[in-house]
């Protein structure tokens, strides 16, 4: 999607500016009511690109208890992100908060 693509850019500037990676910036990417598949697939591209991110309502994968994790937690390995699952909207906000002040900390920010 042109979005995903026009964010990914500042996203990089941003990174490159401060002189750190794209999974320690405080950036948290969601798709609260994501309606076709294409927005699991940018979802996928986030979590590749470094970025915490968020989808509900929850994909359907949750058939396969090795990919959740894989994307739920091992992926954070790798990329330096991963993905939130979660509907209720004060949990996702307070996940998504928890993120950013953790990141904010990380870059001697203000939290």
């Given at each position: 999607c042109n979005d995903t693509g026009r964010i990914s850019m500042l996203v990089t500037a941003l990174a490159d500016h401060l002189d750190v990676d794209i999974p320690d910036l405080p950036i948290a990417v969601t798709a609260p009511e994501w309606?076709?598949?294409?927005?699991?697939?940018d979802g996928v591209f986030?979590?590749?690109y470094?970025?915490?991110t968020h989808l509900s309502p929850t994909p359907f994968v949750t058939g396969a208890p090795q990919l959740v994790k894989l994307l739920t937690e091992d992926v954070e390995k790798l990329t330096g992100?991963?993905?939130?699952?979660?509907?209720?909207p004060t949990e996702v906000a307070d996940g998504i908060e928890a993120h950013i002040l953790s990141k904010r900390k990380g870059l001697g920010l203000k939290v």
């Open positions: 309606m076709e598949q294409k927005a699991t697939i986030a979590v590749a470094g970025a915490y992100g991963k993905i939130a699952l979660g509907d209720d």
